[in-house]
């Protein structure tokens, strides 16, 4: 992608640039999302449908609906890949190594 990227704007791009930019991204997407009061964990969820209508495809996903404990895992596994809190809240030190240091007061007081 890194490879793409740079043919495509004529920037220079290596993988970890690239890496750095996407975690950059969604700590920002989270950060807004916190300071606008939706950004923890009980807000979180996947559609309707996924949790309620079984996959009718054939396949090993057949029959298969998402329940809220397979949900809760999920979520726990994603913040923790994230470097999150259990609440889905970015750490500061994350923050700061991603150059997001000066947004660590929206995340003061919250879970």
């Given at each position: 992608m890194a490879n793409y990227y740079t043919l495509a704007t004529g920037i220079p791009m290596t993988v970890e640039e690239m890496a750095m930019a996407g975690d950059r991204i969604e700590n920002l997407a989270r950060l807004f999302n916190i300071r606008e009061g939706k950004g923890t964990r009980k807000y979180d969820t996947v559609p309707w449908k996924i949790m309620n209508v079984p996959v009718p495809d054939e396949g090993p996903a057949k029959g298969v609906c998402v329940n809220d404990e397979e949900l809760q895992v999920g979520l726990s596994d994603y913040y923790a890949s994230r470097?999150?809190?259990?609440?889905g809240v970015p750490n500061p030190e994350q923050l700061k190594t991603l150059g997001l240091g000066q947004y660590t007061k929206i995340i003061e007081g919250v879970a």
């Open positions: 470097g999150w809190t259990p609440d």
